[in-house]
């Protein structure tokens, strides 16, 4: 009895795990292309862009633990949108090397949301 509680429960650590590092994955490869298409917005080397995924995969958990609202722009619609782009901006005070206008963080979060509703899976910001 109590080693199928164990196995259950380490299944459900690697679950949790490999969700993870699925949500840093996707995040780092949405920013990545969503920088590359947004104008007056810069990363400037891979290792900002992994720290940037770290940040917003934090940033996003905790606002959905603490609200339950969904940072993108298909998950909550206008509110995702506009949370989406904060986000995206707030980032910057964290990550050196990433760097975004405001201007570039509203057309950065449709640009997200379009790339993340073509990118397969549960890849919430």
């Known amino acids: 009895m109590d080693n199928e509680k164990s ?4 299944s459900s650590t690697m679950s949790t795990v490999g969700q993870i590092v699925w949500r840093f994955v996707a995040a780092a490869v949405v920013l990545a292309i969503t920088a590359f298409f ?3 917005f810069t990363i400037n080397n891979i290792w900002s862009l992994a720290l940037a995924a770290v940040v917003l995969t934090i940033i996003d958990y905790l ?7 969904q940072a993108s722009p ?8 506009v949370l989406l782009a904060v986000v995206l901006y707030v980032t910057q005070f964290f990550v050196a090397g990433y760097a975004i206008s405001w201007i570039a963080a509203i057309i950065g979060a ?8 073509f990118i397969p899976g549960d890849n919430k910001l």
């Not at 298909?74 to 949108?81: H, Y």
Request: proline share 3%; hydrophobic share 45%; net charge positive.
């Open 110 to 117: 449709l640009v997200y949301g379009v790339v993340d509703y």
């Open 7 to 10: 196995n259950i429960q380490s």
């Open 38 to 40: 947004t104008p007056g």
């Open 74 to 81: 298909f998950g909550k619609g206008f509110v995702g949108f």
């Open 63 to 69: 606002i959905v633990r603490f609200t339950g609202l």
